[in-house]
């Protein structure tokens, strides 16, 4: 199954910034929507971000003028850049893609990345 590999989490002081990557592996032809969930040790997990084809993005309110999604289709990578961090931002922070199409003509859906934490304490 295609892969994506997510980079750029890591322990920050609240305030601080992250740059948060997920890349398809290079057999990935295109891909639909793009999204970053997250999920701390005994919660559920939550929708962050959003950004469709089309480039319309939505966030949580709870990540509104602190968060941006970005997405660079020749690269077939979506980022999530992170600013003005709390603590209630830590978890583990996880890519997903609801439809890509690989090279050979396969459609997959719903795929998931790996997860990488983010921790934000001082």
């Known amino acids: 199954q295609v892969q994506l590999v997510e980079s750029g989490g890591g322990l920050v002081q609240p305030g601080g910034s992250l740059r948060l990557s997920c890349a398809a592996s290079?057999?990935?032809?295109?891909?639909?929507?793009m999204s970053w969930y997250r999920q701390a040790p005994g919660n559920q997990r939550e929708l962050v971000a959003t950004?469709?084809?089309?480039?319309?993005?939505t966030y949580a309110d709870s990540v509104k003028g602190r968060f941006t999604i970005s997405r660079d289709n020749a690269q077939k990578t979506v980022y999530l850049q992170m600013y003005n961090l709390r603590p209630e931002d830590t978890a583990v922070y996880y890519c997903?893609?609801?439809?890509?199409?690989?090279?050979?003509?396969?459609?997959?859906?719903?795929?998931w990345g790996q997860g990488t934490q983010v921790t934000v304490s001082s």
């Open positions: 290079r057999n990935v032809f295109s891909i639909n929507d």
């Open positions: 950004i469709t084809l089309s480039n319309s993005t």
């Open positions: 997903n893609v609801d439809l890509l199409v690989v090279q050979d003509g396969r459609i997959e859906y719903n795929n």
